[in-house]
Nanobody, 124 residues
């Protein structure tokens, strides 16, 4: 069992930055690939970024490529999402998730555990 708790969301002006954190419980954190997803009001949940268990491989949605960076610290059981050059289109609830499989990181159905989410609001 893995529990995930996100933090770091908030209100920021367009062009600003935020860093989200996702702290995981359990001793097997390094066995999971991790992902960040987001869901805006009235929209479906969408993939943002994913990272392999070792951190060697990262994946991004086209909409955030070059602006967001996913990373992890397995010693701290934490995954991060650094978000730069934010725009109002980035406004959403952001969720981290963990998957055993490490495949199809863009597919939310492949994830085993989810956090409760943290809200990000970008004002224009």
């Amino acid at each position: 069992q893995v529990q995930l708790v996100e933090s770091g969301g908030g209100l920021v002006q367009a062009g600003g930055s935020l860093r989200l954190s996702c702290a995981a419980s359990g001793r097997t954190f390094s066995s999971y690939a991790m992902g960040w997803f987001r869901q805006a009001p009235g929209k479906e949940r969408e993939f943002v970024a994913g990272i392999s268990w070792s951190g060697a491989n990262t994946y991004y949605a086209d909409s955030v490529k070059g602006r967001f960076t996913i990373s992890r610290d397995n010693a701290k059981n934490t995954v991060y999402l650094q978000m730069n050059s934010l725009t109002p289109d980035d406004t959403a609830d952001y969720y981290c998730a963990a998957t055993f499989l490490g495949l199809e990181l863009g597919n939310p159905d492949k994830y085993n555990y989810w956090g409760q989410g943290t809200q990000v609001t970008v004002s224009s």
